[in-house]
Nanobody
Framework: QVQLVESGGGLVQAGGSLRLSCAASGSIASSDGMGWYRQAPGKQRELVAA???????SYADSVKGRFTISTENAKKMVYLQMNSLKPEDTAVYFC?????????????WGQGTQVTVSS
């Protein structure tokens, strides 16, 4: 059984930074992709960033150059470094693992952490 627990969300002013962390327990294969999604009020959940087992990364156009996804400890930890935050980045951020993580259908989800960016 895989569990994903996010932390690091909070309130930050526009232009600031936050680092989200996701602690993964259970069986995460080296080939599993890991990712971060977000869902703003009234909007669909969207992929923010993902990293494949081989290390390939993908980012939403809206966060390219500002956000960086990384992993360590054989994917037991996944991070999302968020810089130059904007009010439109306000959302609940979810850690995701396995399955079609790049395509909206990961096998596992975390419970989410709130990020609020004030203008």
């Amino acid at each position: 059984q895989v569990q994903l627990v996010e932390s690091g969300g909070g309130l930050v002013q526009a232009g600031g930074s936050l680092r989200l962390s996701c602690a993964a327990s259970g069986s995460i294969a080296s080939s599993d992709g890991m990712g971060w999604y977000r869902q703003a009020p009234g909007k669909q959940r969207e992929l923010v960033a993902a990293v494949a087992g081989a290390g390939f990364t993908s980012y939403a156009d809206s966060v390219k150059g500002r956000f960086t996804i990384s992993t360590e400890n054989a994917k037991k930890m996944v991070y999302l470094q968020m810089n130059s935050l904007k009010p439109e980045d306000t959302a609940v951020y979810f850690c995701a693992a396995g399955g079609a993580v790049f395509f909206g259908s990961p096998r596992h989800w975390g419970q989410g952490t709130q990020v609020t960016v004030s203008s």
